[in-house]
């Protein structure tokens, strides 16, 4: 019988070590849109603007939705937090998050989130294809003909605060072949 921490390729198991930058993406339990409506979605945002922050992840890419997230960060560089803070950084906006919605719609202790999955970006056209993608992903579900008029998502704060040329280097980075659990 193989030891009781041995590593299972089935069982999805976070391996944070390595300070660094991550995509990470969430989703609700079954895909329900706990989080619909123009108030909901500012609110999400808000609290994973507000809990990256408290867990000092920097984020560079952004995209909240009714029923999942993405979003591209750098960990934490400190040798106390660095990586692992991630399962803490969640966690919480996952537990505030829950009971926020929960409270709005009379369902105490009902699941709302599932599971997220992290990805370690480990190589620069990789890293650049994934903020093309988190950026304009409002598009590719159609929620939105322009990403920068999809309120709650990076693409207008980059776009402000990135150079004409940072921009137009991003958005050339192709995105069809990415490999993204993004099923929503």
Known sequence: MPPKDAYWPHALRHRLGNAGTYMVTAGTYQKAPFFEGDDRLTGLQAGLLKYANHYAWQLEAWAVFPNHYHFIAHSPTG?????????????????????????????????????????????????????????????????????????????????????????????????????ILDDY
């Open 79 to 179: 040798a106390e937090d660095g990586a692992e803070s991630l399962s803490k950084f969640l966690n919480h906006f996952h537990g505030r998050s829950s009971a926020w919605a929960n409270t709005l719609d009379t369902k105490p202790k009902r699941k709302v989130w599932h599971n997220f999955w992290e990805t370690q970006l480990t190589f620069e056209k990789s890293y650049f294809a994934r903020l093309h993608y988190v950026h304009t992903n409002a598009v590719k579900h159609g929620l939105s003909t322009e990403a920068v008029r999809y309120p709650w998502c990076s693409a207008a704060w980059f776009e402000r605060t990135a150079t004409p040329a940072q921009v137009k280097t991003i958005y050339s980075f192709p995105i069809d072949q990415l490999r």
